[in-house]
């Protein structure tokens, strides 16, 4: 699976965890702590969702340190190589 897929993916599961980010423009160095409020909680159900829908099973110390969702799109695509 293609890094831009599974961004649509993440903003999916970033809106099903932020309703209030449902009309947001979401950009791929968006921050899911600085620029999209999501504290430490809802950033983990954001993951957890998304390796769900991209039925992933990855130890999640994985997938630490992306700084945006563009970076941890990136980082999963590569979990399908």
């Not at 209030?20 to 159900?45: P, Q, T, Y």
């Not at 957890?48 to 970076?71: C, S």
């Not at 799109?73 to 590569?78: G, I, M, P, Q, V």
């Amino acid at each position: 699976m293609n890094s831009e897929k599974i961004l649509d993916i993440i903003i999916s599961s970033i809106k099903e965890v932020k309703p209030d980010l449902a009309n947001h423009s979401f950009l791929r160095s968006d921050s899911m702590a600085d620029d999209l409020g999501a504290h430490s909680v809802e950033r983990s159900e954001v993951i957890m969702i998304t390796l769900q829908a991209l039925t992933l099973r990855i130890p999640l110390v994985q997938i630490y340190g992306p700084k945006n969702i563009g970076e941890l799109a990136d980082l999963l695509a590569t979990k399908f190589k």
